[in-house]
């Protein structure tokens, strides 16, 4: 069997840097690349009503704003299936055979889910007392990696493209794998991520300085935003706040506008925006020992920046006057989808001898049983 690859995204809101830092640049790298027997990309909108089932609408809004994002990054049908999670029944399924195979003291070790459980404010797992400081966690957002491992081996992937964050869960995948071909044989492929090769993609940080880019902290660079609005929110980024004056010596570490320049910028980007400096190594060494002033190098970050969505800004323009072709896609890939993990279901039920109706052997061992005993 070839390489496989199955990634996605959660449909809360539009994607952003981080998004394409951390995994979609990426994801259309290898869709280009000729490596892949088959690339699957999931927009998980049933992960996302685990969190969000208070505001169904919310997410029902944003799978178009993800599948535009999808496109305008530049994957694409023909070569990339795209489809939407809660269009496949199978994964349902198996997520509900997988749960036989994972205790919920291991669940609560996940370094994901612990995360995850402090930024959305829910209460401990073991909490008794509820109420509106203190909202239970739902079974279906606890059980969250039991639920990614259904999403992966349903498309027997081989290769998880994801962040940092994500090993955890690609590694509770791993174990499930494991002791499902234990119990009932070998049925499962065990994934491997596959992580961004720039170390500070991984985590890219908010325009706030906080450790990561998220909707619901408000610390965000959409792919979708003007120019306009771009240059805003970098101008407005946080750097070194003892870096008050242009001569004052400067920080670099930690300081969010140099991140974003090690994760975007390359050499030939000097030539065209900057040419008093040959190297980002430079930039920085001007910065540290004092005389270079914050607004000069966001304006140099606002230049990279315009210069990596305006095609994406082109694309979204064309795709957002064909909506209903958008649609037609997602439909026709999740179609698409829905064979493959059917296909796996069927395998995962006779592994597991629950498929009762298509044993002949054992509709026969048994009437030849009672026949015998009659």
């Known amino acids: 069997m070839g390489k496989i690859i199955l990634t996605g995204d959660r449909p809360t809101g539009k994607l952003h840097l981080g998004h394409y830092v951390g995994s979609l ?18 927009i998980a909108d049933a992960q996302a009503l685990t969190d969000n089932a208070d505001n169904p609408e919310k997410v029902r809004q944003n799978i178009i704003e993800v599948a535009l994002d999808y496109l305008s990054c530049g994957l694409d049908p023909e070569r990339t299936t795209i489809f939407i999670q809660s269009q496949i029944p199978e ?24 995360a995850e459980i402090q930024l959305r ?3 401990d797992a073991n909490a008794e007392e509820e ?13 969250y990696p039991i639920s990614q491992a259904s999403d992966i081996t349903a498309f027997r992937a081989t290769t998880v493209p994801a962040g940092q964050d994500q090993e955890p869960m690609i590694e509770q995948t791993r174990e499930i794998v494991h002791k499902f071909n234990a119990v009932y044989g070998p049925t499962l492929v065990e994934p491997e991520i596959l992580l961004p090769e720039n170390a500070v993609c991984m985590r890219l940080p908010g325009t706030d300085g906080k450790a990561k880019m998220s909707k619901s902290l408000g610390n965000c660079i959409y792919l979708s935003d003007s120019a306009e609005e771009l240059r805003k929110k970098v101008m407005g980024m946080y750097t070194d706040p003892d870096h008050l ?20 910028c390359c050499p030939e980007h000097f030539a065209k925006y900057l040419p008093d400096y040959q190297s980002l190594d430079e930039l920085k060494a001007h910065y540290r020992r004092g005389g270079l002033g914050d607004v000069k190098v966001k ?10 969505l305006e095609p994406i800004r082109e694309r979204r323009a064309y795709f957002e006057e064909h909506i209903s072709d958008v649609y037609e896609m997602l439909r026709a890939g999740s179609e698409s989808a829905r064979k493959v993990a059917a296909q796996t279901l069927h395998d995962v039920r006779n592994a597991m001898r629950i498929n009762y109706f298509d044993d002949k052997e054992l509709i026969e061992a048994q ?6 005993h009659a």
């Open 121 to 123: 404010g829910f209460s």
């Open 299 to 308: 304006k140099f970050l606002i230049a990279i920046l315009n210069e990596t």
């Open 367 to 372: 009437a030849r049983h009672y026949s015998d």
């Open 25 to 42: 640049r990426r994801r259309v790298e290898l869709q280009n690349s000729g490596e892949y027997e088959r690339v699957f990309v999931m």
């Open 131 to 143: 109420g509106p400081q203190r909202q239970g966690i739902p079974v279906g957002f606890f059980t």
């Open 245 to 264: 004056r242009i001569d004052d010596p400067g920080k670099v570490e930690g300081n969010t506008v140099f991140t974003y320049l090690d994760a975007f």
């Open 91 to 114: 994964l349902c399924e198996l997520a509900f055979y997988y749960m036989n195979l994972v205790t919920v003291a291991r669940l609560q070790r996940n370094p994901t889910v612990k």
